[in-house]
């Protein structure tokens, strides 16, 4: 019997609260572990769970907006690159791939699912900041992703329990400091054991065999709530523009955000092209920040996870410098990024 017919709404509240603890403690682990002094010092990370179908369910506090709103579609290209249905136990996998990822090579996202009964009922996802990846580091310099760093596709990191020793030969032997390399992996290896060990708990204590009820619970849950909020807004268009300083000429942001009866939609058209500089952003990380200002504007109490964010629409046009595409330069997206939500 599924358990979507024997939790009761109390029981489904407490596992939702439960599943946010874990997250963080799955933060907290990440935080005290790293090499890396951005994540240590900074937080730069996150940390998060997913349903099998790559739903996130919830998030950690510990963690920046970039990190968190970009891998809360990141997992989704890590199951359509690996479906779940294939993943056995002892199965890790990772990528820093700028598009499928948080939006430059320095970052990490790893990916390890948790089963019970022989079969996967959630995925941990983590992401940290690698101090260096190789190629020119964490310059605007580069003239495009090739000499940025070592790309990472996605890929297993482990298979079936046994690290992939050639993967990690390959990273450390192109980084400036692979020893601290080498030991932030094993960081964000650690951040999602202890998660899937906490949720193994979790079940056991819930009698649960599966997540299903609690998931679609959180998502259905968060989805009306931000419905809501945006139902009492006035429908209407308003368009803002800012210049900033870019490199080879003045960077020009423009954004348009319409409310109606289909939703919240927000469209950077108008926005300078590609820059020859390293300051060109995905449209993941673009679509991360925009989402993360318009959460705080509209319902910043509702949990954020994949109901309330599959309400806001982020679109910008094809090699703006808010929607690079491969293999533009993408190493500090952040100058820009970090600029939308003003």
């Known amino acids: 019997m599924s358990d979507s017919q024997t939790l009761s709404p109390i029981k489904l509240q407490v596992a939702w609260t439960r599943l946010v603890a874990l997250v963080e403690e799955q933060a907290q682990t990440l935080l005290r572990t790293a090499f890396s002094s951005i994540v240590r010092e900074c937080g730069d990370l996150s940390a998060g769970i997913f349903d099998c179908s790559g739903r996130m369910l919830a998030q950690a506090v510990t963690g920046t907006p970039g990190h968190i709103n970009t891998m809360a579609r990141s997992v989704f290209s890590f199951i ?55 190629g020119i580091g964490l310059s605007p310099e580069g003239s495009d992703i090739f000499c940025e760093g070592v790309h990472i596709p996605v890929m297993k990191l482990a298979n079936a329990g ?32 202890v998660a899937v060990r906490r949720l193994r708990e979790l079940m056991d204590e819930a009698g649960l065999n ?18 809501a909020r945006i139902a009492a807004l006035p ?90 595409k491969w293999p533009s330069p993408v190493a500090c997206r952040h100058i820009v990024g970090l600029l939308l939500p003003d």
């Open 235 to 324: 429908h209407g268009t308003a368009t803002y523009s800012m210049t900033v300083d870019g490199f080879e000429a003045p960077v020009e942001l423009v954004g348009t955000l319409t409310i109606d009866e289909q939703g919240v939609s927000f469209d950077w058209t108008g926005t300078s092209g590609l820059s020859r500089y390293g300051i060109n952003v995905p449209l993941n990380y673009t679509t991360a920040m925009s989402t993360y200002a318009l959460v705080c504007a509209i319902a910043p109490d509702v949990p954020n996870n994949e109901g309330g964010l599959s309400q806001f629409a982020v679109s910008a046009p094809d090699a703006t410098i808010l929607n690079a």
């Open 80 to 134: 359509e690159a690996i479906p779940v249905e294939t993943l056995r136990e002892g199965d890790i996998l990772v990528t820093n791939d700028p598009w499928k990822g948080t939006g430059h090579l320095n970052d990490y996202v790893v990916v390890t699912p948790a089963f019970r009964n022989g079969r996967v009922v959630a995925l941990f996802a983590c992401t940290g900041h690698m101090t260096d990846v190789g």
């Open 210 to 227: 599966d997540l299903d009820a609690v998931a679609d619970h959180i998502v259905n849950s968060s989805r009306e709530a931000v419905r």
């Open 162 to 193: 046994h690290i992939d020793e050639t993967l990690m030969r390959i990273v450390k032997s192109n980084s400036r400091v692979p020893a601290e390399l080498e030991g932030d992996i094993y960081s964000l290896i650690a951040s999602n054991e």
